[in-house]
Each structure stands twice: as C-alpha cells, then as structure tokens.
C-alpha cells in the first residue's frame, strides 16, 4: 500500500484548501492531523465499500471528504478555516472496509504528511 498526500500550504483564516490523498488502489482512507506535542487527532474518513463518511465534531460541516476512484485519490476539501486546523495532516489505510477515525489503532498505512498553516 502506497499512500500520498499533498495539498497543503498557508492560507489566511476563514480560507479553504483541498488536500489529496494519492493511492495506489481503492481503500477505505482516513485523515488525521498532528500538532508537535499534542496526540494524533483524526479528522475524516471515507469507507471503502459504501462511501460512507465520518468526521469529528471538530470539523463537521466545513470538511468534505470525496473520493475519485477512477483516479484512486481522496480528497479533503477544507473550508472556513482556523488557527486551530493548523497541522500536518496525514492520509491512512489499513485492513478494513468501514472506517472510523475515533481511532487510529487499525490505521496501518501512512502517508508522509502535508503541512495546513492557517494566519490568523
């Protein structure tokens, strides 16, 4: 399994980034955020099988994540952002169908990560 990701970059408060996540093959994917000195945070996932999505609270309602299986990427669309969305953000798989990112225990494929910095 090989993952991808890339998009990241600055972009001023209340801004918008896409994040993608490159793959060599269909998987159910989960984004997950880091801040140094501060746990692993997961932020979105979308399952494998049926598409379906979960997000935490934390993002709910201005993160979108999409898939184009055609291209075998999966993108994190990202809107109204804040200081606090600032991390490196990480895309991951592991050996599962329906995802979750309540935890990261399962996930266990990386991608390097992608830095979002946000001004405020």
């Known amino acids: 399994v090989q993952l991808q990701a890339s998009g990241g970059g600055l972009v001023q408060f209340g801004g918008s980034l896409r994040l993608s996540c490159a793959a060599n093959?269909?998987?159910?994917i989960g984004w997950f955020r880091q801040v140094p000195g501060k746990e692993r945070e997961g932020v979105a996932c979308?399952?494998?099988?049926?598409?379906?999505?979960y997000y935490s609270d934390s993002v709910k309602g201005r993160f979108t994540i999409s898939r184009d299986n055609a291209l075998l990427t999966v993108y994190l669309q990202m809107h109204s952002l804040k200081p606090e969305d600032a991390a490196v953000y990480y895309c991951?798989?592991?050996?599962?169908?329906?995802?979750?990112?309540?935890?990261?225990?399962?996930?266990?494929?990386w991608g390097q990560g992608t830095q979002v910095t946000v001004s405020s």
């Open positions: 991951a798989t592991g050996d599962f169908s329906v995802c979750t990112v309540k935890s990261d225990t399962y996930y266990t494929y």
């Open positions: 093959g269909v998987y159910a």
């Open positions: 979308i399952s494998k099988s049926d598409e379906s999505t």
